[in-house]
């Protein structure tokens, strides 16, 4: 075999194997594109939307207080019964009790709940060493008779740096449970004004019966904002079943007067009302958290006395509400032996400029109302 012939037969082969190599890569694509599944087009990604809440460090408290402020009455153990050998077959259970529809004449429960005052705590009795009697002189001819003074205990003078909330207007609904298990449905509208050193704050709550609109409570306050926050001039209420009283606030005399009553008390700094108070509060937490880690007492002048409202910081809650959950901070406060038996407490937004968020009120009996937020308008 001459060199000739040897390299045209190995060209020959070369040419056979590249051929083989193509055919084979030509039938491995075609058998992949019939048996592969074809690419989707790319989407465009879309935004994710994230919503973010301020969430502060809860101030440090005594370890003490803070049980204190945590302790709730707890219910009181069913007493458990031996159930007999031959036991009668069990009654059906009976339907859930739906909500009240309340008629006019029976809104009573609610409508004291929401405004009933307090009863002014028993005064402390110190004792000390006992004084020479006086004999008061003698009351002159045509003098007018004065007014007796109702001296409720003061705060002990603790200051408070205050920054009180933007103006704003809340709608709430208004959740009411008897203590015989009667549900009440109503609604409610609070005004937040502020601006030029005054305020002005409104409140009205009522149900919704079939064809209309059944106002229980109103509650009006204006004054000014000062070093020690929120200062009420005048406060007036209203129920459905009573006049309208208003409370009267002399800030240069130092006295609280009653339109109810003519009794008055003295005039502690930082003296608020019941429309004024969780506004008061946020104030607080505005000007500084750390504020909350102690016992935060508010004299509040009613209708007919004025009281000292001790609060304490719960702790941190995530509430569940129609603006979607919110991340707030409760304050209580717990009722008192030998002054008020309710519970008051107050959830305020950190993220919604300490905005009050929630309100409920716990009776002695067992009744409790709460109104919750539904929508904050700026």
Same mark, same amino acid.
């Not at 009351?139 to 001296?151: F, I, L, S, T």
């Not at 709430?172 to 009667?182: H, I, Q, S």
């Not at 409140?203 to 009420?232: F, H, Y």
């Given at each position: 075999?001459?060199?000739?012939?040897?390299l045209?037969?190995q060209?020959?082969?070369?040419v056979?194997c590249a051929?083989?190599?193509a055919?084979?890569?030509v039938?491995?694509d075609w058998l992949?594109n019939?048996?592969?599944t074809?690419e989707?087009?790319?989407?465009?990604?879309r935004?994710m939307?994230v919503?973010?809440q301020l969430?502060?460090?809860l101030p440090e408290r005594? =370890?003490? /207080?803070? *049980?204190?402020a945590q302790a709730e %009455?707890?219910?009181k @153990? &069913? $007493?458990?019964?031996? +159930?007999p050998?031959?036991a009668?077959p069990?009654?059906?259970?009976?339907?859930?009790?739906?909500?009240?529809e309340p008629?006019?004449?029976?809104?009573a429960p609610?409508?004291e709940?929401?405004?009933?005052?307090?009863?002014?705590?028993?005064?402390?009795?110190?004792?000390? =060493?006992? /004084?020479p *009697?006086?004999?008061?002189?003698? %009351?002159?001819a045509? @003098? &007018? $008779?004065q007014?007796? +003074?109702?001296?409720?205990a003061?705060?002990?003078g603790?200051r408070?740096r205050?920054?009180?909330?933007?103006s704003?207007r809340?709608?709430l609904?208004?959740?009411?449970?008897?203590a015989?298990?009667t549900k009440?449905?109503?609604?409610?509208?609070?005004?937040?004004?502020?601006g030029?050193?005054?305020?002005?704050v409104?409140l009205d709550v009522?149900?919704?019966?079939?064809v209309?609109?059944v106002?229980?409570?109103n509650?009006?306050s204006?004054?000014?904002?000062?070093d020690?926050g929120?200062?009420p001039?005048?406060?007036?209420e209203?129920?459905?079943?009573?006049s309208?009283?208003a409370?009267?606030?002399?800030?240069?005399g130092?006295?609280?007067?009653?339109?109810?009553?003519?009794?008055?008390?003295?005039?502690a700094p930082?003296?608020?009302?019941?429309?004024?108070?969780?506004?008061?509060l946020a104030?607080i937490?505005?000007g500084?958290?750390?504020?909350?880690?102690?016992?935060?007492d508010i004299?509040?002048?009613?209708?007919?006395?004025?009281?000292?409202y001790?609060?304490?910081?719960?702790?941190?809650?995530e509430?569940?509400?129609k603006?979607g959950r919110?991340?707030t901070?409760?304050l209580?406060?717990?009722?008192?032996?030998?002054?008020?038996n309710?519970?008051?407490?107050i959830?305020?937004?950190?993220?919604l400029?300490?905005?009050p968020?929630q309100?409920?009120n716990?009776?002695?009996?067992?009744?409790v109302t709460?109104?919750?937020?539904?929508?904050?308008?700026?």
């Amino acid at each position: 075999m001459t060199i000739v012939s040897f390299l045209s037969r190995q060209r020959r082969v070369a040419v056979l194997c590249a051929a083989t190599l193509a055919l084979h890569y030509v039938t491995i694509d075609w058998l992949g594109n019939r048996l592969g599944t074809p690419e989707r087009p790319q989407e465009p990604m879309r935004p994710m939307t994230v919503g973010a809440q301020l969430r502060l460090a809860l101030p440090e408290r005594p =370890p003490v /207080a803070q *049980a204190q402020a945590q302790a709730e %009455p707890a219910p009181k @153990a &069913a $007493p458990v019964r031996r +159930a007999p050998r031959h036991a009668p077959p069990a009654a059906p259970a009976p339907p859930p009790d739906p909500v009240a529809e309340p008629s006019a004449e029976g809104v009573a429960p609610l409508e004291e709940a929401l405004a009933e005052p307090a009863p002014a705590p028993a005064p402390q009795v110190v004792a000390t =060493p006992p /004084a020479p *009697a006086v004999t008061p002189p003698p %009351p002159q001819a045509g @003098a &007018a $008779p004065q007014p007796p +003074a109702v001296e409720s205990a003061l705060p002990a003078g603790r200051r408070f740096r205050v920054n009180p909330p933007p103006s704003a207007r809340f709608e709430l609904e208004v959740k009411r449970t008897d203590a015989n298990g009667t549900k009440w449905n109503g609604v409610a509208d609070m005004r937040w004004q502020v601006g030029g050193g005054t305020y002005q704050v409104g409140l009205d709550v009522g149900i919704s019966m079939l064809v209309a609109r059944v106002d229980l409570l109103n509650l009006t306050s204006e004054g000014t904002i000062d070093d020690a926050g929120i200062a009420p001039v005048k406060t007036t209420e209203k129920r459905r079943s009573r006049s309208m009283t208003a409370t009267h606030f002399d800030h240069d005399g130092k006295r609280i007067t009653f339109s109810a009553s003519t009794a008055s008390a003295p005039l502690a700094p930082g003296a608020q009302d019941k429309a004024t108070v969780p506004f008061q509060l946020a104030a607080i937490g505005r000007g500084d958290v750390n504020q909350f880690a102690g016992d935060i007492d508010i004299q509040v002048g009613e209708d007919r006395g004025a009281t000292v409202y001790r609060f304490q910081l719960v702790g941190e809650e995530e509430l569940e509400t129609k603006m979607g959950r919110l991340v707030t901070w409760r304050l209580a406060r717990p009722p008192r032996p030998g002054s008020y038996n309710a519970r008051l407490d107050i959830w305020l937004a950190p993220s919604l400029d300490w905005y009050p968020v929630q309100i409920r009120n716990t009776e002695g009996n067992g009744a409790v109302t709460t109104q919750t937020v539904t929508t904050i308008l700026h």
